[in-house]
Structures are given as C-alpha cells and as structure tokens.
T-cell receptor
C-alpha cells in the first residue's frame, strides 16, 4: 500500500489548457516536495512546502499545501509541451529518506 | 558539474553476471540514497547511507543486493547474479542532511539484463 496517493495517474492535454494534479495521504506531512522527471533523466526538485495552507508559485506552476498538511496540489496554467513529464510528490520520513507517490504522467500535446 | 554523478549511465549485463553502479554525491553532501524505478512506475526507496554506515536498508531485496558508501570514493550499489527482473533505472540522490529533507538526484543508471 502506497503511503502517498497521486491522481490522476495519467493526463494528456492540449497545449494551453490548465490542469491540476493531487497528492494525498492519510497522515500528516512534516514537509512535502514536488519533483518533475523527464524521460531518461533523474527527478528535479520543483518546490518544498512545510506550512499548512502554504501556496508557492513557480512561473505557471502553483503549489498548495493543505491546511491539515495531509494533501497537496499542483496547478499548471497554460500548459506547454515542455511541461511533459512525470510529477512526483514525496514526504520526509524518520531517518530522512523520502517516500514517493506513484506519480502523475503528464503529456502536453502541441 | 557539481551535481550528483552516476556511472555508468547505461549498463547491459547477462543473467548471472554482476552489476556495479557508482554514485558520487554533491560536494558537501554526506547522505546518499538509492532508488529503483521500473518502467512506467514511480521511485521505490532501496537504501540510505551515510559515510561508512548503512542507516536504512528496508527497501533492499534481501539477497543479491548490497550497498556501501566508503570513507573515500563513491557509493556503490552492487547486484550479484542479475536476473531479468533487475532491469530498471537506478537513481542515486544525496543531501547534506538538513531538516527540510531536500535531496538532489543524479541522472540515473539504466541496467538492462539480457
């Protein structure tokens, strides 16, 4: 059983559309990170959120941490083909290693 | 390039051979993590090491897999007597051990067992 549930698992949209992906857990996060992984490469850190209710913006990406720190969302405005990739959320565990969700595979078609 | 360095990037082994994957963490980082990613799947934690110590190996298969992070040199993930099911991308990550748990990934080593 995964500790982190990401949805949707797959998303295929046209360039210019908006989208939201989600990361949920039944337990509280001390912190949460979002990574993006492109084919053939390693995951790249996008953002870290630590405070309930926190909202962070990274150009067209908006990250929100739930008030109860059990969930997070990533919203992309006017998606571009360069946004294509696997979006992973993670949480810190005791011992400093990270548990990953299964990811959302996003494809943005031109 | 001051990032996490992994080599080889691609490795082909026949069933029964040994695979050795190397990881040099970012400068100043003393914590190393190994993850495995099967095709079309997410990342699965394997092992967490600090210099000369294995901190958490709860994700490591009990047989054929081992990892080390010596005082000098890179961390090594070793897979003995490889089988086709070992074919995957193996990612190394490192961190300085800060409370925020931010870790940085290498570009991965793709193992193919034929």
């Amino acid at each position: 059983t995964q500790l982190l549930e990401q949805s949707p698992q797959f998303l295929s949209i046209q360039e210019g559309e908006n989208l939201t992906v989600y990361c949920n857990s039944s337990s509280v996060f001390s912190s949460l990170q979002w990574y993006r992984q492109e084919p053939g490469e390693g995951p790249v850190l996008l953002v870290t959120v630590v405070t309930g209710g926190e909202v962070k913006k990274l150009k067209r990406l908006t990250f929100q941490f739930g008030d109860a720190r059990k969930d997070s969302s990533l919203h992309i405005t006017a998606a571009q083909p360069g946004d294509t990739g696997l979006y992973l959320c993670t949480r810190g565990n005791a011992g400093n290693m990270l548990t990953f969700g299964g990811g959302t595979r996003l494809m943005v078609k031109p | 390039n001051a990032g996490v360095m992994q080599n080889p990037r691609h490795l082909v082994r026949r069933r029964g051979q040994e695979a050795r994957l190397r990881c040099s963490p970012m400068k100043g980082h003393s914590h190393v993590y190994w993850y495995r990613q099967l095709p079309e799947e997410g990342l699965k934690f394997m092992v967490y090491l600090q210099k000369e110590n294995i901190i958490d190996e709860s994700g490591m298969p009990k047989e054929r897999f081992s990892a080390e992070f010596p005082k000098e040199g890179p961390s090594i993930l070793r897979i003995q007597q490889v089988v086709r099911g070992d074919s995957a991308a193996y990612f190394c990550a490192s961190s300085p051990g800060t409370p925020r748990n931010t870790i940085y990934f290498g570009e991965g080593s793709w193992l193919t067992v034929v």
